[in-house]
T-cell receptor, first 114, second 113 residues
Framework: NAGVMQNPRHLVRRRGQEARLRCSPM?????VYWYRQLPEEGLKFMVY????????ESGMPKERFSAEFPKEGPSILRIQQVVRGDSAAYFC????????????FGQGTRLTVV | RKEVEQDPGPFNVPEGATVAFNCTYS??????FFWYRQDCRKEPKLLMS???SGNEDGRFTAQLNRASQYISLLIRDSKLSDSATYLC??????????????FGTGTQLKVEL
């Protein structure tokens, strides 16, 4: 049973380009969370999704950022027109959802905007 | 008040020491609690769940006090390899329904020879 898979592990984009980060949850997990971590800072919640639904996107910047978790395929975090301030580690976690069920993290995507 | 609050540290302790971390959460409706560990530039990894009755896993003991909205982690006989950032995680009770995970900013532990 593979863990949470994120790709790419490292992504370099020029300012103004688009970044697409992918997250495949663990088998049997239908809940996905995205977090951003700036250097020397804590994890900041971005968005929480279940299959085909965004449950909570209170941590997502209002512009340029979007997320989806389609019925088939991985969850995608999309950043349009990237800026230098978007450079960070983006972690995805998945869980079964209800109750005292743990969430497991992928290894993250390190985005560098040049 | 922050949703989940931790002392950032760092806690510098000698090998073999006992160290305790505390965490408070703001919403009494929160349902589930966890401790994660994060090593530098790596993903957070689940250390242990926290149950109402308290639970132990080897050198690690977690406790929950719902009345005070307080969670603790005790590490006995600390090892050099315990050096990491320890994240308190609360599930539910905040915006987003019962399953949103909210992380504290973490407490940094450095175990020294």
């Amino acid at each position: 049973n593979a863990g949470v898979m994120q790709n790419p592990r490292h992504l370099v984009r020029r300012r103004g380009q688009e970044a697409r980060l992918r997250c495949s949850p663990m088998k049997g997990h239908s809940h996905v969370y995205w977090y951003r971590q700036l250097p020397e800072e804590g994890l900041k919640f971005m968005v929480y999704l279940q299959k085909e639904n965004i449950i909570d996107e209170s941590g997502m910047p209002k512009e340029r950022f979007s997320a989806e978790f389609p019925k088939e395929g991985p969850s995608i975090l999309r950043i349009q027109q990237v800026v230098r301030g978007d450079s960070a580690a983006y972690f995805c976690a998945s869980s079964q959802g209800q109750g005292q069920t743990e969430a497991f993290f992928g290894q993250g995507t390190r985005l560098t905007v040049v | 008040r922050k949703e989940v609050e931790q002392d950032p540290g760092p806690f510098n302790v000698p090998e073999g020491a006992t160290v305790a971390f505390n965490c408070t959460y703001s919403n009494s409706a929160s349902q589930s609690f966890f401790w994660y560990r994060q090593d530098c530039r790596k993903e957070p990894k689940l250390l242990m769940s926290v149950y109402s009755s308290g639970n132990e896993d080897g050198r690690f003991t977690a406790q929950l006090n719902r009345a005070s909205q307080y969670i603790s982690l005790l590490i006995r006989d600390s090892k050099l390899s315990d050096s990491a950032t320890y994240l308190c995680v609360v599930k539910g009770g905040f915006t987003g329904g019962g399953n949103k995970l909210t992380f504290g900013t973490g407490t940094q532990l450095k175990v020294e020879l």
